[in-house]
């Protein structure tokens, strides 16, 4: 969009990586943007010092976020919904922007044999995850979506609610999140043992590639999308795939570690780490709409490790 226009964007729950990276993007290219959470302490200073503004709401104050909304908003992106209800309860202030957005996740893709990242037994996804792989079934009314067996498929049923409401919902699912305040930073294991002066990291599964999303990735995703609404499923992950080796090393060198590696057997407890699930979202669709990614995953995953150590703004 022109960034001379005076377009608004509602972030739902927008504090976090995605939201946060979302929202200093849009308020850099001249948005004003207006973010929601629960508890004001979490909105980083660098977002109220781009001119981002904060407001105190649940999600599950659909009045509330109906009032904030008030005669329109030229992006409204939902980082929060988890159920059917969740979105069903938003479709009236949906209904009165030009492009909504629902983040979802891979969680709710199945492999050929119909297992899902959350179930006992692991997926074998063998090639590239498109949007049109099959997913799981969704869930219920009532189900809840905390837990592991209801993760999955109360995503999906958000999904399919928002698709089959008539508006123009773009739907984003992401892979593994990483960026400055993730709430779930998955470097934040190995950063604390390389900084606590372990000299040897223990690997298993060195060689998988668990695909990767920097939070600015997605950013420019929804940026994209908010040229273009519609009625769609977009998978958003980073441009490369590293593997989790690769991913390690990348941390050993932001840090300047110089300890050594030591790759163990598959499936031993001691090499334990976040990037075990063997699975690679295929992008193919948003790079067709015009999505540009700001940069590969492995270099972008510096942002969250000079987070989390403290050499950037919390």
């Not at 980083?44 to 981002?52: I, N, T, Y």
């Not at 904060?54 to 919904?81: I, K, T, Y």
């Not at 400055?180 to 000299?199: C, F, L, P, Q, V």
């Not at 295929?282 to 987070?307: C, N, Q």
């Amino acid at each position: 969009m022109d960034s001379e226009a005076d377009v608004r964007a509602v972030l739902l729950g927008g504090t976090g990586a995605i939201g946060g990276a979302t929202a200093m993007l849009l308020s850099e290219a001249g948005w004003r943007v207006e973010v929601t959470g629960r508890d004001r302490s979490r909105m980083p200073k660098a977002m109220s010092e781009a001119g981002v503004r904060f407001h105190r709401l649940e999600r599950s104050d659909a009045r509330g976020v109906e009032r904030l909304v008030g005669d329109g908003a030229d992006l409204l992106v939902d980082l929060v919904a988890y159920t059917a209800e969740d979105v069903r309860a938003l479709l009236p202030a949906m209904s009165s922007v030009q492009c909504p957005v629902l983040i979802s996740g891979r969680a709710v893709y199945v492999d050929d044999a119909g297992r899902h990242l959350n179930g006992d037994e692991p997926p074998q996804f063998d090639r590239p995850v498109g949007e049109a792989a099959p997913t799981l079934a969704p869930a219920p009314d009532g189900t809840d979506p905390f837990t592991r067996e209801g993760y999955g498929p109360c995503k999906a049923a958000a999904e399919l609610t928002a698709l089959e409401s008539g508006l123009p919902v773009t739907v984003v699912r992401p892979s593994k999140v990483h960026g400055r305040w993730a709430r779930n930073a998955r470097t934040r294991t190995i950063i604390d043992r390389m900084r606590s002066g372990e000299r040897s990291i223990a690997l298993a599964q060195a060689d998988t590639i668990d695909h990767l999303t920097a939070a600015r990735n997605a950013a420019a995703l929804i940026n994209t999308v908010a040229d273009r609404p519609g009625s769609r499923i977009l998978n958003a992950a980073d441009p490369d795939t590293p593997t989790a080796e690769e991913i390690v090393r990348a941390i050993a060198a932001e840090l300047s570690w110089d300890g050594r590696i030591e790759r163990v057997p598959d499936g031993s407890e001691q090499g334990r780490h976040p990037w075990q699930t063997p699975m690679v979202l295929d992008t193919t669709a948003a790079l067709e709409l015009g999505y540009e990614p700001v940069g590969k995953g492995v270099e972008l995953l510096a942002e969250e490790i000079r987070w989390l150590v403290g050499d950037s703004d919390r």
